[in-house]
Structures are given as C-alpha cells and as structure tokens.
C-alpha cells in the first residue's frame, strides 16, 4: 500500500489489521475523508473507472 495512504488510514485510527482486511474502495474512502472528502457514493468510484477507461480527447457525445 502507498505510504501516504498507510499513514492516513493509521491517523483515522485504523489498525494495521483493519487496514488489511479493507477493499481498496473502503481504502480509498477512508483515505478521501482523511482529507476533508466526505459521503463518497459507489458512483462515485464507479465514475473514476469510467473516466479511466475513457479515450484522451474523445469527441464529446451530445
């Protein structure tokens, strides 16, 4: 795991144990309200792999 995300996720108070046992979404949630990002929807991820998968500069759909 990144050492940013370790450390966010040890200040939460989560233990090392919990953190292990953590999808990489409960991960990246944890690691999100860390830092102020609070009430992350499944969409939310969901429309991160989306924009991922994605071509560069697609035309636009209208």
Same mark, same amino acid.
């Given at each position: *795991? #990144?050492?940013? &995300? @370790? /450390?966010?996720? /040890? /200040? /939460?108070?989560?233990? #090392?144990?919990? !953190?292990?046992?953590?999808? =990489?979404?409960?991960?990246? &949630?944890? %690691? &999100?309200? %860390?830092?102020? !990002?609070?009430?992350? $929807? =499944?969409?939310? @991820?969901? *429309? @991160? #792999?989306?924009?991922?998968?994605? =071509? =560069?500069? $697609? $035309?636009?759909?209208?």
């Amino acid at each position: *795991m #990144d050492a940013a &995300c @370790l /450390r966010a996720l /040890r /200040r /939460r108070g989560h233990s #090392d144990a919990t !953190i292990v046992a953590m999808s =990489p979404e409960e991960a990246f &949630c944890e %690691y &999100c309200a %860390y830092h102020g !990002i609070m009430n992350l $929807q =499944p969409n939310t @991820l969901q *429309m @991160l #792999d989306k924009l991922r998968e994605s =071509p =560069p500069k $697609q $035309q636009l759909a209208s």
